[in-house]
């Protein structure tokens, strides 16, 4: 199977530079309608999205969708969602430093007309304007090898399998089940780890997520930076079988560094636990970064009683909303059922989601492939991804529900996620 590149970026982190709310109604808006208007026209159009207005400190303009182009004018007058956010904010948006729902999660926006979800359902289309980036209409991603074959989705792999057609299938698809890639002592080690953390957790503490059980009890459910603080996980990212897992697709990636150690518990009803349909560049920088590879470690295996992976597959191919399963995409998800020492791996722009688990808990530990820099760049420093701001998002449903409109009768709560 002939592989196909999943290295999808097309921005450069050394081109990032604050832009004037001027420059950006002056020149960067106009010459993106001028490059991509048409196209981002079209997947306005297909998506239904209302006119878009922004009110930033006192300026005030919106975009207006229409058949053939997008129009910018000045003002909010008679616009269906309006959004106010600060001039670093809009900087941010129109260079992907943060998506839509970025700003949402960092209590960066505030929907002032509208409801959040029709703020969100301009992602794809302000994606297409900004990148060229088609907005995802059904057909448009066909599961289908590079040489025009039907994908087997239920194909699974063994580390020594070949690499080409691994790389092949991670490509049209998005996604990888590795199976007895480590065994059952070294898992055992791992959890075992997992287990004493999270026992020690102290409540409050920035060194985990919480979520809330049905008792209405907060629980630590995931270790941030679990490599620094358990030895067995340390060795595993040393390991030439996670080590030869960067290299599978070809596209440069670099060794995982660090590790997420996460425990899924029954009856959770709040938090980040079991998380809804994302994609990982759902906060931003997906045409900075993406695609980076994520590798989930089964500590005890994970079925549709104790809560397996989730994904769509080749939706890491579509333009579509980052943050939920958009009801317009034509993609089907899948189950990842794994046994203990399997290994998954999904591209940081394919949609995932955690199902809870009904019958019994489940541990995993997640670390990431990133793509090396390309010549020249460079990631710079942002505050908007550093450990505090991944600490931070255990309330991050707060926060979201926050920047919604109080008075839409659609607007945003947080709900159960199990």
Known sequence: MAAMSIDHRCRLHRDVRDLSVEEILDSTIPAALGDNGALAARGAAYRRVPPLGCRVGDTEFSLWPGPDRIELRSGCDGVGIVVELAEDALSDVVQDRQSPMGLAM????????GALDDWISWEPVLRCLFEGRPVH????VNLVDTNGAVINLDRTFVVDDDPAEMAGFLGAAGFLHLRGVFDETEMAAIG?????????AEPGSERF???????GSKQAVRVLNFHECSTAMAALLNDDRLISLAALSGDAHLPATSAEGLVKPLGIVGGLSDLPWHKDCGQGLHSYTCNSMTLGISVTGADRLSGALGVIPGSHRANTTACMRDRLLDLEPRLLETRTGDVTVHCSDTLHRAHPPVAQPRKVVYTSCRLAPLPGDGEKPNPRYSRKARAELTDVRDRIEAADNANHDKRFR???VG
């Open 209 to 215: 997520w919480w979520a809330t059980d049905s008792d």
């Open 137 to 140: 209409e059904p057909g448009m």
């Open 192 to 200: 075992t780890d997992i287990d004493a953390h999270i026992a020690g």
């Open 106 to 113: 960092t209590s960066r926006v505030k929907v002032l007309n």
């Open 414 to 416: 947080a709900v159960p």
